[in-house]
């Protein structure tokens, strides 16, 4: 049975990563799983700078999901480069660092950041256009085509020897416009999709959970919306599709397949049970099995609709 994917010239084993800022840089899972049995490792979201977050409670459940409002908090750019970069390079898997423009959020800060990624001994960037949680929002940039292509074209110029792969979020009318945007400024790949704005109030004291009020919504509460999205977002433009939202096992990461997403990440999952990556990669095998089905590429894409 073949599994292996290319996903923007990124040598993957299996089709299964672990999505942005779920996972941090690896460490904790660590003790759990193999991390040279996942297909990549995506790394939290980093800035230039560190970054504080927002203050809690900034994390909840809800029915079927949870909801964060983290507000992108991480260690710096320098930090991951001394510290988990290093110890992440110990293992044979993928690494592609999730990055951000810092507080200011700009389209400089983006490039800046993208500038110094770019000689780094990593396989590849993801670049997040679809935060809900942090003011000077690159939500601002990831919900129109233009934004898109205004801030992928700059960070394609100094991305020069990475895969590039735009973050895109679901807080949108249209997924198709975004995925356009990336591939017309020559992303090599988009992923899909971010979390979705979403509020939950507690009833007795009448305020909502989260400190800033709103955040993002995961896990298994999103998947119908997410496979809806893979499926126009990979109809719309020809560069690979990495999809996730909601996905617990093999057999959402099928379903995503099926719908047109080259590979998958797993982002809530991994804190219900450490374990569930490695359990989905055994999941998608075993469904492989069933169907007699020699090479997962031969899914990609193969749902018929009605
Ligand atoms: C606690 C938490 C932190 C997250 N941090 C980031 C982040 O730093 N950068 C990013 O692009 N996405 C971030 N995300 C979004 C996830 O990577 C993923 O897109 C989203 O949760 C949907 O996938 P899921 O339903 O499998 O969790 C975060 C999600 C959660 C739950």
């Known amino acids: 049975m073949k599994t292996e994917i290319d996903f923007c010239g990124i040598k993957m084993k299996n089709p299964v990563t672990v999505a942005s800022g779920t996972f941090g ?25 560190p970054k504080t977050g927002n203050k809690p409670p ?34 044979d898997t993928p690494i592609i660092v999730n990055c951000f423009g810092g507080t200011e959020g700009t389209v400089e800060a983006y490039v800046e950041i993208c500038k110094v990624l770019n000689t780094l001994p990593i396989d590849g960037v993801e670049i997040n256009l679809s935060c809900p949680n942090v003011k000077a929002g690159c939500l601002a940039f990831g919900t129109t085509y233009e934004g898109v292509k205004e ?11 990475k895969p590039l792969i735009v973050k895109l979020t679901p807080n949108v009318t249209d997924i198709t416009l975004p995925a356009k945007g990336a591939e017309d400024a020559g992303a090599d790949g988009i992923s899909l999709i971010n979390t979705l704005t979403a509020m939950k109030i507690d ?8 400190s800033i009020n709103t955040g993002g919504l995961s896990g298994p509460a999103i998947k119908p919306v997410a496979v809806r999205m893979v499926y126009q977002a990979s109809h719309a433009v020809k560069i690979p599709v990495m999809g996730l939202g909601g996905i617990m096992n093999g057999d959402d990461a099928i379903e995503f397949m099926l719908a047109g997403a ?45």
């Not at 009833?203 to 989260?210: A, F, G, N």
């Open 203 to 210: 009833i007795e004291k009448r305020k909502p959970i989260l």
């Open 25 to 49: 840089y690896g460490r904790g899972h660590s003790e759990f799983i193999d991390l040279n049995k996942l297909g990549a490792i995506i790394t939290k979201g980093t800035s230039l700078k």
């Open 151 to 161: 801030i992928t074209t700059a960070c394609r110029k100094v991305l020069t020897s």
């Open 262 to 306: 080259k590979c998958i990440s797993m982002g809530s999952a991994n804190l219900v049970d450490p374990e569930s990556s490695i359990k989905a990669i055994a999941g998608i095998e075993d469904y492989m099995k069933r169907h007699n089905i020699e090479d997962i590429n031969s899914i990609i894409g193969a749902v018929e609709m009605n």
């Open 58 to 91: 900034r994390i909840c459940e809800t029915d079927s999901g949870m909801m964060n409002c983290i507000g992108l908090e991480n260690p710096g750019l320098d930090y991951f480069m001394e510290v988990d970069l290093p110890w992440l390079k110990k293992f």
